[in-house]
């Protein structure tokens, strides 16, 4: 049944997609974020939803009358170096033999999330990205958080196997990526039902992190919890919220689950943990060894173990997105990828601070500073795992970058109106900008 429903979705969407290509990158995030298909048990498991989509997508985007140009910021420049810099890098793997199917997977999440930047651009489209991004890991937050209710916290709470998010790890930190984005949505929805419903589904997705038992989650939930509180324009609610909330929640998990937890304490006598170490000294060692390429993709042999790891029999991935980057991409790929994040930061406090004061703007406001939040999580959390091609970031920063362009054009075209009004002897009305704060506005500040 499942299956059959996942088809009827997707093939009755499709016609859409040739109307309005923006549906089809709609699509595709969902496809590749929450991979419905893997909730089925037949022939929906293995059909390639995610080729169709893809190619109908692309199809649509090319006969479209629509602009079909990526965004050029500084931030989205970066993204396309780095991108650029994968291939090469994989040029000069180190076993070019073995990285093809890597290297398929990897291009392909780039092409499209490329696609979704084209694609994306008005406030409908923002919304709706955050709103599909936010229903395929919502969905599993509800089901992770009821699944913890019902068990007493005994079982650990997994992801959709075989995707970026099936490990207990990985699906925490999915989940703490988008709590900010729920409390956004609930900013901008005028229904009292939608941000009830938005509130229950915090609760329970914070509820399925900590019964991933993942000690990276514990870490990058506390991290985007504060920085939740300082960003939110409702510091009393959403503090009251974290008081009445966290604690229970922390009490009703089962002794099996603090004990985990104190292990963070005693790392040194944690094997999980020391195969972690041993396995960014090797990317380390790697990375000094081939400092401007690095390893490539398919870096975790037992062969470079022996020649770069403190422990050669202990081999692990790299389980931090920063030496992954180290490892397989070298010093080079590294700068690429923190300036990326530096960039993605920058472009959100630009929207902060330009729309701080802007009734109309408050929705760009709250997004920017969300999306910030949901980063805090993603790149404290991200210390510990290997998620560098995890799409979601990527699809965060093309939600920032289109805001940004929105903004800042619609902001110009105000002051321009501003000062043809003044120049024709028309009075300037109360809180319309002058040219010179057009030109600060409208100029790329990051």
Known sequence: MRD????????????????????????????????????????????????????????????????????????????????????????????????????????????????????????????????????SLGYYGVKGGIFTIIGGGVDMVLGPEQTFIGGNNEIALALIMTIPLMHFLQTITPKIWVRHALTAAILLSALAALGSYSRGALLAIAAMGAFLWLKSQHKVRIGMLLIVAIPPAVAFMPEQWTERMDSINSYEEDASAQGRFN?????????????????????????????????????????????????EHGFVGLGLYLLLGLLTWRTGSWIIRNTRKLEEYKWAYNLARMIQVS????????????????????????????????????????????????????????????????????????
């Not at 990526?70 to 890098?89: G, K, Q, Y």
């Not at 400092?291 to 050669?312: D, H, R, S």
Request: hydrophobic letters at 55%.
């Open 279 to 327: 396995a960014w000294w090797m990317a380390y060692n790697l990375a000094k060894d081939k400092p401007v390429t690095g390893g490539g993709f398919e870096i975790i042999t037992p062969e470079l173990f022996y020649l770069y790891a403190p422990n050669p029999e202990d081999l692990h991935a790299a389980h931090s997105i920063y030496f992954q980057a180290l490892g």
């Open 4 to 135: 059959i429903l996942v088809t009827l979705i997707v093939f009755g969407w499709l016609p859409l997609v040739f109307k309005k290509p923006y549906m089809g990158a709609l699509m595709w995030v969902w496809i590749s974020v929450m991979n419905p298909h893997t909730q089925g048990w037949g022939f929906a498991t293995t059909f390639p939803f995610a080729a169709i989509i893809a190619a109908v997508t692309i199809v649509s985007l090319l006969f479209s009358r629509e602009e079909k140009s990526l965004p050029l910021t500084s931030a989205t420049l970066v993204f396309i170096a780095f991108v650029l810099w994968m291939n090469v890098t994989s040029i000069f793997a180190i076993y070019p033999e073995e990285i093809h199917d890597q290297w398929v997977k990897v291009m392909k999440i780039m092409l499209m999330t490329f696609v979704v930047f084209m694609l994306i651009k008005t406030r409908k489209h923002i919304e709706l990205l955050v709103w599909t991004i936010v229903i």
């Open 375 to 446: 980063l805090v999580g993603f790149l404290t959390g991200g210390a510990f795992l290997s998620l560098l091609y995890f799409d979601v970031p990527y699809y965060l920063l093309g939600a920032m970058v289109a805001t940004r362009i929105l903004v800042a054009k619609e902001l110009k075209q105000k002051a321009s109106s501003a000062s043809d009004k003044k120049g024709t002897g028309a009075p300037r009305q109360f809180g319309q900008l002058n040219p010179s704060q057009a030109g600060t506005i409208a100029g790329d500040s990051s």
